[in-house]
């Protein structure tokens, strides 16, 4: 059975930083993409960064850029969402997913939520 | 960005009838690779959201064949063809044919 589980979610000051994680199991994490997507509170779902199997690509929103890093280890089927410089508009459930676009494979995590507030 | 734009946003049905969804985007999904990636999801109260279609009319592993998925360019459309109470739930479209990859605004689906 596919598993997604996201950590490290909590409320954060403005500024400051926090490191989600995910870990795989259930699959060969080593084979595919992967993903963050946010949802703030009763809002619309917004794509946030994809990284490539091998780490050598990654792709993000232009609202993170320079703000937040993805980034896996494959040794440790983990993915990793390191989030800095955060604000208000970045309050929302993160979500962990793998989701190829030429397959049906298709998993997420539950989610972790995280609220910059002071 | 490739703005995602669906039709209706609320969309009350009888259990048992059709339901439909439109989804309009911006600029052509065709990919240059010759694929078009407009995907579907569903997000049930209180879940995670799950994918029903990708590339336009292609089912996910488990979906039900009542779904159907339907469209080219920048017009696209999802289709119940007798709605469940199952069925209930916010329902996206995607694409993934050029970066950012951007979602719709949601339809929530309602059983009147």
């Known amino acids: 059975e596919v598993q997604l589980v996201e950590s490290g979610g909590g409320l954060v000051q403005p500024g400051g930083s926090l490191r989600l994680s995910c870990v795989a199991s259930?699959?060969?994490?080593?084979?595919?993409?992967m993903i963050w997507v946010r949802q703030a509170p009763a809002k619309g779902l917004e794509w946030v960064a994809s990284?490539?199997?091998?780490?050598?690509?990654?792709k993000y929103v232009d609202s993170v850029k320079g703000r937040f890093t993805i980034s896996r280890d494959n040794a440790r089927d983990s993915l990793y969402l390191q989030m800095n410089s955060l604000t208000a508009d970045d309050t929302a459930v993160y979500y962990c997913?793998?989701?190829?676009?030429?397959?049906?494979?298709?998993?997420w995590g539950q989610g972790t939520l995280v609220t910059v507030s002071s | 960005d490739v703005v995602v734009t669906q039709s209706p946003l609320s969309l009350p049905v009888t259990l048992g009838q059709p339901a439909s969804i439109s989804c309009r985007s911006s600029?052509?999904?065709?990919?240059?690779?010759?694929?078009?990636?407009l995907n579907w999801f569903r997000q049930r109260p209180g879940q995670s959201p799950r994918r029903l279609i990708y590339?336009?009319?292609n089912w996910d592993s488990g979906v039900p064949d009542r779904f159907s998925g339907s469209g080219s360019g920048t017009d696209f459309t999802l289709k119940i063809s007798r709605v469940e109470a199952e069925d209930v739930g916010i329902y996206y479209c995607?694409?993934?044919?050029?970066?950012?990859?951007?979602f719709g605004q949601g339809t929530k689906l309602e059983i009147k």
């Open positions: 997913a793998t989701t190829q676009r030429d397959r049906p494979f298709d998993y």
């Open positions: 259930g699959f060969t994490f080593s084979n595919y993409w």
């Open positions: 990284i490539k199997q091998d780490g050598s690509e990654k």
């Open positions: 600029h052509s999904l065709e990919h240059s690779d010759g694929n078009t990636y």
């Open positions: 590339k336009v009319s």
């Open positions: 995607m694409q993934g044919t050029h970066w950012p990859y951007t």
